[in-house]
């Protein structure tokens, strides 16, 4: 299949008035596509898919697809806690034409590991799409264990995992798991840099909506051994101390407001808009790095 390495993008969704901003996400998709991303995601965490309706996520897929297809590898994020939606989710965006599934780990109902297990392999088995595993804790609760992962990866259309724990020492575990081409991508934006560096393919990141080539070059260089990538990097450590400030993805849409990507940086509730108490230190960190 085509490569999934390299930075992808977790797209956020704007809104005005309650509705998709169309001409903002248009704006966002070329901002992607001319800052060198291999990828995108449609419908992950930073789009707010929990909020979005199945028109909604069709209807934005569409747009991705005809405004960058055939230059970016096109994701659907699928992945609920219900295995049935999920697989159901999964079929649609596989006939709408994407090029991969991100399924995440089951949130609130807390599977063991042999309910993981089983969630992942009824999806792919209801697929020939490729399958990224998604794993998150700190929004799931439960987590992949690097066995459960081994045991998935033999799967044929399990392709890799998007492993968002931050923790490093994961990585020299997942490289070592699979016989057959496997994606290892971060799902961290603080420690994505250095996860390349160690090994990792590559990242599915919330700060490339805001800077996508600059993470683009850094990830590349980091993938060919520059020992000097995750350093420079750190230039943008003030940056992601505001990104994660509140919830993602508060700021990000606050920060694609800022830079006139986004029209509004409207959220659905229960997230709210970003706190103004943070506007001004934000701002000028944005105004430091020439983003606005």
């Known amino acids: 299949m085509n490569s ?3 930075v992808i993008t977790a797209l956020a969704t704007p809104f005005y008035q309650g509705e998709i901003d169309e001409a903002s996400y248009v704006q966002l998709l070329h901002h992607q596509a001319e800052g060198g ?14 909020t979005l309706t199945e028109n909604e996520v069709k209807r934005l897929f569409e747009i991705a697809k005809s405004e960058v297809g055939g230059k970016l590898r096109l994701i659907v994020g699928t992945g609920t ?3 049935a939606d999920t697989i159901e989710y999964t079929k649609a965006a596989e006939k709408a034409g994407a090029e ?7 949130y609130y109902n807390r599977p063991p590991q042999r ?18 595993l998604y794993n998150v804790p700190t929004r799931t609760v439960a987590s992949l264990e690097t066995a459960s992962v081994k045991k998935l990866s033999e799967i044929k259309n399990i392709v890799g995992i998007k492993e968002a724990s931050g923790n490093l020492d994961l990585l020299a575990d997942l490289k070592s798991i699979s016989k057959k081409p496997f994606w290892l991508l971060s799902g961290d934006d603080g420690t994505g840099v250095e996860f390349c560096a160690r090994g990792g393919h590559g ?61 509004s940086s409207e959220m659905r509730l229960p997230l709210v808009p970003l706190d103004e108490s943070h506007a001004k230190g934000y701002k000028a960190c944005l105004q430091n790095l020439n983003l606005v």
């Open 4 to 6: 999934l390495d390299g």
């Open 37 to 50: 991303v291999n990828g995108i995601v449609v419908n992950g965490t930073t789009a707010e898919s929990p």
């Open 81 to 83: 806690n219900s295995t």
């Open 100 to 106: 991969a599934a991100l399924v995440v780990v089951p």
């Open 115 to 132: 309910g993981l297990i089983a969630h992942f392999t009824a999806v792919a088995n209801a697929t020939s799409l490729p399958v990224l």
């Open 203 to 263: 990242i599915i990141s919330v700060v490339s909506n805001l800077i996508p080539k600059e993470l683009t070059e850094l990830v590349k260089r980091a993938r060919q051994g520059d020992a000097n990538a995750n350093k420079d990097y750190q230039k943008y450590s003030e940056l992601m101390k505001w990104l994660y400030v509140e919830p993602n993805p508060i700021p990000a849409k606050w920060a694609l407001a800022q830079m006139g990507i986004f029209r």
